[in-house]
């Protein structure tokens, strides 16, 4: 299967919250439905338009949907349209949220996007498990 054909979260790779946030999707999708690749990667140079894999405050969500039709999201619509494609029972709270306004719901996003470096100091993270190595893009 080729990489555009993947559900695949892109994330800043130089980023300890981002890494972490990874990790917590790879133990909710145990159907092991997405990839993930970072921003800065080979994988972001192929699919992703310049604009989006040079900001790295945003997470980008490359969808595909049952019919093979290709979606792409960003911010807070990312994460939780990921959450849900994950099928497990934390979807439900996903869908939930996916109910508040996006201005409002990006906004958040973008106060923990902006501060994360100061909250969260660590830019460095462990070796991807086995489990994970398979499904982290280049």
Known sequence: MQAKNRAIVFFDGDCGLCHTSVRFLVRLDRQQRLYFAPLQGVAAQALLPQADRESLNTVVYHRVASNGSITRHTRSDAVLFAVID?????RFAAQIARLLPCSFR?????CV?????KWFRTNTCGLPSRAEHGRILP
């Open 86 to 90: 994950t099928r497990s029972l934390l």
């Open 113 to 117: 996007a902006n501060n994360r470096r």
């Open 106 to 110: 990006d906004w958040l996003y973008n």
